[in-house]
């Protein structure tokens, strides 16, 4: 399967979870979950899931798993 690399930019604490173009391969992301536990980290995949509308397992964070810029590989 072809894989896309995205950097995303994620904005947690958020009142709204919200998928938010920046351009090609960016993404600006506003999540509710706090950036504690890797909640934010579990809702970033489900948002990314439901915006690709692909499964959870086709996502993974390769990079920038604790910080809020990252990047995410994608099987398409």
Known sequence: MPKKIIEIKVIPRSKENKVMEEGENKLKIKLT????????????????????????????????????????????
Do not use: C, T, W, Y
């Open 33 to 76: 979950a706090p950036p504690i536990d890797n909640k934010a980290n579990f809702a970033l995949i489900d948002i990314l899931a439901k915006h690709f509308q692909i499964k959870r397992s086709q996502i993974a964070i390769i990079s920038g798993v604790k910080d809020r810029n990252k990047k995410v590989s994608i099987e398409l």
